[in-house]
């Protein structure tokens, strides 16, 4: 079955920028809609944005003038990058699967912890 | 923006059952998604599209949608149930989350 998994820097400093790339396993990435969502500790959800693999993205918009997620088809992969982290950027960082035509999100990888600190 | 407000806390005795509600404005008018997440865990769906379940998901686990009021209701609450819950909507193309509701099996 399809199944996600997050990877990247545990540890970014302030005013740098936040890079994850999330790859997709056991299925395409070409079709579907691809968020990134993140939950600070001991809070909760704060979903960041989406892309679909043609490319067209959505981002929430607290974070709109920071955030950029991309994809790579060939590599089965999407990533975030978010630019001038603080202190309150640091979260567990989760990536999930909305599927084309439904609007929930059926599969999450196991979220990836990232610490803003210097 | 829209809102989604969550109890902070329901507890449910062992084998009974638990109503987790989820408030927003004319919330019966959209779609609410509910995820389970244990801790140290990834949220793991339980219902979509208001009443749906997904497979693997035990027919305790129900949801309703109308109104200003979403529910999820967990029937015959385990231990296992223990855990925090959120609702989930999508407003003007972006998604909202409620604030969580931690369940607890007393």
């Known amino acids: 079955q399809v199944q996600l998994q997050e990877s990247g820097p545990g540890l970014v400093k302030p005013s740098e920028t936040l890079s994850l790339t999330c790859t997709v396993s056991?299925?395409?990435?070409?079709?579907?809609?691809w968020s990134w969502i993140r939950q600070p500790p001991g809070k909760g959800l704060e979903w960041i944005g989406y892309?679909?693999?043609?490319?067209?993205?959505n981002y929430t918009p607290s974070l709109k003038s920071r955030v950029t997620i991309s994809v790579d088809t060939s590599k089965n992969q999407f990533s975030l990058n978010l630019s001038s982290v603080t202190a309150a950027d640091t979260a567990i960082y989760y990536c999930?699967?909305?599927?084309?035509?439904?609007?929930?999100?059926?599969?999450w990888g196991q979220g990836t912890m990232v610490t803003v600190s210097s | 923006s829209y809102e989604l407000t969550q109890p902070l806390s329901v507890s449910v005795a062992l084998g009974q059952t638990a109503r987790i509600t989820c408030g927003g404005n004319?919330?019966?008018?959209?779609?609410v998604h509910w995820y389970q997440q244990k801790p140290g865990q990834a949220p793991v769906l339980v219902i979509y599209?208001?009443?749906k379940r997904p497979s693997g998901i035990p027919e305790r686990f129900s949801g309703s949608n109308s109104g200003n009021t979403a529910t999820l209701t967990i029937s015959r609450a385990q231990a296992g149930d223990e855990a925090d819950y959120y609702c989930?909507?999508?407003?003007?193309?972006?998604?909202?989350f409620g604030g969580g509701t931690k369940l607890t099996v007393l």
């Open positions: 056991g299925g395409s990435i070409s079709s579907h809609y």
């Open positions: 599209t208001d009443s």
């Open positions: 004319n919330i019966g008018s959209k779609n």
């Open positions: 989930h909507v999508w407003d003007s193309s972006t998604v909202v």
């Open positions: 892309i679909h693999y043609s490319g067209s993205t």
């Open positions: 999930a699967r909305r599927p084309d035509g439904g609007s929930a999100f059926d599969i």
